[in-house]
């Protein structure tokens, strides 16, 4: 079963910056939208970022102008820059791969801690 991994969480000051990458464990076709989500610590999951296969973005208000989502079809790889990073920014990151009409993956998450 194809799994979706995600890595490049950890650590950082108020102002920093970090990487996500996410990528697919074995080729997936047709993918339409690649996503970030995250959930912080008694809150619901939230989307973070979407890009579809055409590069059309879409971002959660809190992060605009912060954040910056991409994605490498080929190798079925989304990527999520982070910067000006906020102690609010603090939660559980998740990648979402969505086909369509049909097909939903999910990686087991990545953690984001903002803390002076």
């Known amino acids: 079963q194809v799994q979706l991994v995600e890595s490049g969480g950890g650590l950082v000051q108020p102002g920093g910056s970090l990487k996500l990458s996410c990528a697919a464990s074995?080729?997936?076709?047709?993918?339409?939208?690649m996503r970030w989500y995250r959930q912080a610590p008694g809150k619901e999951r939230e989307l973070v970022a979407s890009?579809?296969?055409?590069?059309?973005?879409v971002y959660a208000d809190s992060v605009k102008g912060r954040f910056t989502i991409s994605r490498d079809n080929a190798k079925n790889t989304v990527y999520l820059q982070m910067n000006s990073l906020k102690p609010e920014d603090t939660a559980a990151y998740y990648c979402?791969?969505?086909?369509?009409?049909?097909?939903?993956?999910w990686g087991k998450g990545t953690l984001v801690t903002v803390s002076s």
């Open positions: 890009i579809t296969s055409g590069g059309t973005t």
């Open positions: 074995a080729r997936i076709f047709n993918i339409y939208f």
């Open positions: 979402n791969f969505r086909k369509i009409p049909s097909g939903d993956y």
